[in-house]
C-alpha cells in the first residue's frame, strides 16, 4: 500500500478553471435601460461577487441592506441550509469599486431606486 500513491497520484476534479473574464466584459458593456436588463446584470454581478448559494441570495430583503461610505452590508437573518446551531448567519460586505459598469453596490442602489416606486418601498 506504501507505492500506491506514486502508481496512481491524485489528479485535480477539473482540467480547466472556469474565466470569468468574457462574462465581465459582456456585463460592463450591458445597457441597463430597463428592469429587466437591470435586474439581469444585478443577477450576475451578485453570482459572480459574492460566490453565495442561490438560497442565500434569494433570501435578501430590502431591509436587510445597510449602506455606509465604503460600500453596503446586507444581512441574511433567515435559517439557511448551512445554518448551524452556533454558526453566524452570513453578512454580505459589498465595497463599492471604482468601475462603476462593475460595481455591485451601485448596481443594488440603481435596482432599489428603480422598485421602488413600483413595489411602495
Given at each position: 500500500?506504501?507505492?500506491?500513491?506514486?502508481?496512481?497520484?491524485?489528479?485535480?476534479?477539473?482540467?480547466?478553471?472556469w474565466?470569468?473574464?468574457?462574462?465581465?466584459?459582456?456585463?460592463?458593456?450591458?445597457?441597463t435601460?430597463?428592469?429587466?436588463?437591470?435586474?439581469?446584470?444585478?443577477?450576475?454581478?451578485?453570482?459572480?461577487?459574492?460566490?453565495?448559494?442561490?438560497?442565500?441570495?434569494?433570501?435578501?430583503?430590502?431591509?436587510?441592506?445597510?449602506?455606509?461610505?465604503?460600500?453596503?452590508?446586507?444581512?441574511?437573518?433567515?435559517?439557511?441550509k448551512?445554518?448551524?446551531?452556533?454558526?453566524?448567519?452570513?453578512?454580505?460586505?459589498?465595497?463599492?469599486?471604482?468601475?462603476?459598469?462593475?460595481?455591485?453596490?451601485?448596481?443594488?442602489?440603481?435596482?432599489?431606486?428603480?422598485?421602488?416606486?413600483?413595489?411602495?418601498?
Amino acid at each position: 500500500m506504501r507505492g500506491l500513491s506514486r502508481l496512481r497520484p491524485s489528479k485535480p476534479k477539473y482540467n480547466t478553471t472556469w474565466d470569468p473574464q468574457p462574462v465581465l466584459a459582456f456585463v460592463a458593456g450591458m445597457q441597463t435601460p430597463d428592469l429587466k436588463g437591470l435586474s439581469r446584470k444585478l443577477a450576475t454581478l451578485f453570482v459572480l461577487a459574492t460566490g453565495q448559494r442561490l438560497q442565500t441570495i434569494s433570501l435578501i430583503k430590502v431591509s436587510g441592506i445597510q449602506r455606509s461610505e465604503d460600500g453596503l452590508r446586507i444581512f441574511i437573518p433567515d435559517f439557511l441550509k448551512t445554518s448551524g446551531v452556533n454558526r453566524p448567519q452570513p453578512v454580505l460586505k459589498i465595497p463599492f469599486f471604482d468601475n462603476a459598469n462593475l460595481c455591485l453596490a451601485r448596481t443594488v442602489e440603481a435596482y432599489l431606486d428603480a422598485t421602488r416606486n413600483e413595489e411602495g418601498f
